[in-house]
């Protein structure tokens, strides 16, 4: 009995232990906006209606072993070496999973509609931030700010963010698991990604595709400010920014490792746009860099 005792315990501290290490970056089951919150309460759905199957089967597992034992004294278990077929279990065995499916098939369908990225969070106008992922670090452009910013992206809370997402180096995937989607920047590409925090916090922004040597620091801090702190960040980087110069783009372009964040001020409105037209018509073996 004691030894059982202290297998059982020694279980919960094994537990204890993982779950403990989990405290800290279980930030998806902590949403800070609507489409986090739809992320969430999808992972729970789908958790739960796999649960469905797997705790029964579980139980059933040490139940039936214990049941059917070699040797078990008891009058009430009948051996039927002949037993071939059983309606009830095959009710259970096909019902319960084709009724999970179905579930699944609905639930799916129907967020991943809700959840479309391009799709507009409320009838409010969103504002835009143009996000570039360049070897390993993020730069966030305000167009009509015309500043830029390293690492760190900035807008005021309960407002509608549209996302505009490209790449002038590898394929990265821009993420922010707090408030929702995760979404890919390609060069030569535009997605878009709408989100919107509902609460005051500075949120982990990461790059979720591993992308080579430098992938560990390619990491941003999101900050959803109130309106007034969101208008003194804007001034902070406009006082505190240096040029963004065509000469000086093409340096903080160049490959680089756990960068800090840095601000910009007099940002060409279509940076973005140039960046996405450097690998049009690729696929013909063209491109802006070889008309230079």
Same mark, same amino acid.
């Given at each position: 009995m004691k030894l059982r005792c202290r297998h059982w315990a020694a279980l919960i501290a094994v537990l204890a232990l993982f779950l403990s290490g989990c405290s800290d970056n279980y930030v998806l089951m902590s949403p800070?906006?609507?489409?986090?919150?739809?992320?969430?309460?999808?992972?729970?759905?789908?958790?739960?209606?796999?649960?469905?199957?797997?705790?029964?089967?579980?139980?059933?597992?040490?139940?039936?072993?214990?049941?059917?034992?070699?040797?078990?004294?008891?009058?009430?278990?009948?051996? $039927?070496?002949?037993?071939? $077929?059983?309606?009830?279990?095959?009710? &259970?065995?096909?019902?319960?999973?084709i009724l999970i499916?179905? +579930?699944?098939?609905?639930?799916?369908?129907?967020?991943?509609?809700?959840?479309?990225?391009?799709?507009?969070?409320?009838?409010?106008?969103?504002?835009?931030?143009?996000?570039?992922?360049?070897?390993?670090?993020?730069? &966030?452009?305000?167009?009509?700010?015309?500043?830029?910013?390293?690492?760190?992206?900035?807008?005021?809370?309960?407002?509608? +963010?549209? &996302?505009?997402?490209?790449?002038?180096?590898?394929?990265?995937?821009?993420?922010?698991?707090?408030?929702?989607?995760?979404?890919?920047?390609?060069?030569?590409?535009?997605?878009?990604?709408?989100?919107?925090?509902?609460? +005051?916090?500075?949120?982990?922004?990461?790059?979720s595709n591993y992308s080579g040597y430098g992938f560990a620091g390619m990491k941003f801090k999101a900050l959803a400010m109130p309106e007034g702190e969101y208008e003194a960040w804007l001034n902070k980087v406009r006082a505190e920014g240096t040029p963004l110069t065509d000469s000086g783009y093409e340096q903080l372009a160049e490959d680089s490792r756990n960068n800090p964040v840095t601000y910009y001020n007099d940002v060409n409105p279509l940076l973005f746009k140039n960046i996405i037209d450097k690998y049009v018509g690729v696929e013909d073996g063209y491109t802006s860099h070889h008309s230079d």
């Open positions: 800070k906006g609507p489409v986090g919150e739809n992320i969430r309460n999808t992972i729970l759905l789908t958790t739960g209606a796999m649960l469905l199957v797997v705790i029964p089967t579980m139980i059933m597992t040490v139940v039936f072993a214990r049941k059917y034992r070699h040797g078990v004294d008891d009058d009430k278990i009948v051996y $039927h070496p002949d037993w071939d $077929h059983s309606s009830k279990i095959e009710w &259970f065995a096909w019902g319960i999973p499916i179905a +579930v699944l098939a609905t639930a799916t369908y129907i967020t991943t509609h809700s959840m479309d990225p391009r799709q507009p969070l409320s009838d409010e106008k969103p504002m835009k931030i143009q996000v570039v992922a360049l070897n390993w670090k993020w730069l &966030f452009i305000y167009p009509e700010e015309q500043i830029a910013v390293v690492n760190e992206v900035a807008f005021p809370v309960n407002k509608p +963010v549209e &996302f505009l997402i490209t790449s002038d180096s590898t394929m990265n995937s821009f993420f922010i698991p707090q408030l929702g989607s995760q979404l890919y920047a390609m060069s030569g590409m535009e997605n878009r990604l709408n989100l919107m925090a509902d609460e +005051v916090g500075e949120y982990r922004g990461i790059s």
